[in-house]
């Protein structure tokens, strides 16, 4: 990893008793797996379901996970 923004903003958010969520990747990974989690907002059959996404870039400073600034 690049940067140490997750580490940063995790400190900040310790006084709040809350840390940022970072799923657990298999395989060859480059970045540490920082995931951005979605609120399904309509609920009911037939309706889309809500995605996570694992992010590519911080979204803090905006730093290419894994690969080259």
Do not use: W
């Not at 951005?36 to 609920?43: A, G, H, I, S």
């Amino acid at each position: 990893m690049t940067c140490n923004c997750v580490e940063t903003v995790n400190e900040k958010l310790a006084s709040r008793n809350t840390r940022l969520t970072q799923a657990i990747m298999f395989g060859k990974h480059d970045h540490p797996g920082l995931m951005l989690e979605t609120e399904q907002v309509e609920k009911g059959r037939g309706k889309q379901k809500a995605v996570s996404m694992f992010l590519t870039y911080c979204p803090f400073c905006g730093v290419k996970y894994g690969g080259d600034a």
